[in-house]
């Protein structure tokens, strides 16, 4: 998996332990702000990453000591094609085309969030706009005391689009809360973000936010892949459809799960307390 993984311009790719792979954003001389060449990038590695037996808990960083990223590079955005009409296109068909875009930018983020295995995302510094969409894919957030948050797209004249407001008053459930920032694009630190739900833990340093991240995804990494893969596609579900589709939904899931290897050898090694071993999935 490394040698095939180390093959992307924007991104390092790393086995800090068994079953466990790190990704971190790497473009720290611009404060690792997004370009289209990395949201593709991002998107190519969480599905190939969904499917790797290797790999059963994913943690998602980034490089440099400044920012988890400041967003989009909007210079570059700026000469894209979003931003610069075709001027013998009607505007239907330009709308067509920023549609489409659009589409494939909320794809490449949502690749995190539709990844079968846990991704756990650690934010520090600067961690605005796009830092909002690439965390809300996570399924557990995590930051350094020196985060700083903001939804900062009606700044630059926009409603966000890549997935904050979808996601944000699901994560938090707090429908005040989210307008005030996504309205204001102000600024909110780590001990808000922790208040609110946005992130589970804050911890003093980047540094020991990757440390916290690692082991949490080492302990989750050591569980029943059946387990564990069942229990995210369960949550996420259940999350966006009623309590009886979501108790319907387990209840098919696990007439068929339920048949793995894995439930007998966990029990038995609760039984004889030993370390249970699972195939790969």
């Known amino acids: 998996m490394a040698a095939a993984m180390n093959d992307y311009k924007h991104f390092l790719i790393s086995s800090p332990a068994e079953y466990v792979t790190h990704v971190e954003t790497n473009r720290p001389e611009k404060l690792n702000a997004f370009i289209q060449d990395m949201w593709i990038e991002l998107g190519q590695i969480f599905r190939k990453l969904s499917y790797d037996p290797n790999v059963r808990a994913i943690i998602f960083s980034a490089v440099g000591d400044r920012a988890f990223t400041s967003g989009l590079d909007v210079n570059a955005a ?5 931003f610069s009409p075709d001027a013998t296109s009607d505007g239907s068909r330009y709308a067509t085309r920023v549609k489409r875009s659009i589409y494939e930018f909320q794809d490449s983020i949502t690749a995190i969030e539709k990844c079968e295995k846990p991704v756990i995302v650690v934010m520090h510094g600067i961690s605005i706009g796009l830092a909002i969409d690439l965390s809300c894919c996570a399924d557990i957030r995590i930051c350094s005391q020196d985060a700083k ?9 926009m409603a966000a689009d890549i997935g904050t407001l979808s996601r944000l008053p699901k994560i938090v459930g707090n429908h005040s809360w989210v307008k005030d920032v996504c309205l204001s694009a102000r600024f909110f630190d780590a001990n808000e973000a922790l208040a609110v ?4 833990r804050v911890l003093e340093s980047k540094a020991h936010a990757i440390d916290a991240a690692t082991e949490l995804a080492t302990l989750v990494a050591s569980k029943s892949p059946v387990a564990v893969q069942g229990t995210k596609e369960i949550l996420n579900y259940s999350r966006d459809h009623s309590v009886e589709d979501g108790l319907r939904y387990t209840a098919v899931w696990n007439a068929a799960m339920l048949q793995s290897n894995d439930l007998k050898a966990a029990m038995l090694s609760g039984l004889k307390k030993t370390k249970p071993r699972f195939e790969k999935l």
């Open 197 to 200: 739900g946005f992130v589970s």
């Open 78 to 82: 700026s000469q894209g094609p979003i």
């Open 149 to 157: 948050f903001s939804v900062k797209e009606v700044d630059i004249g």
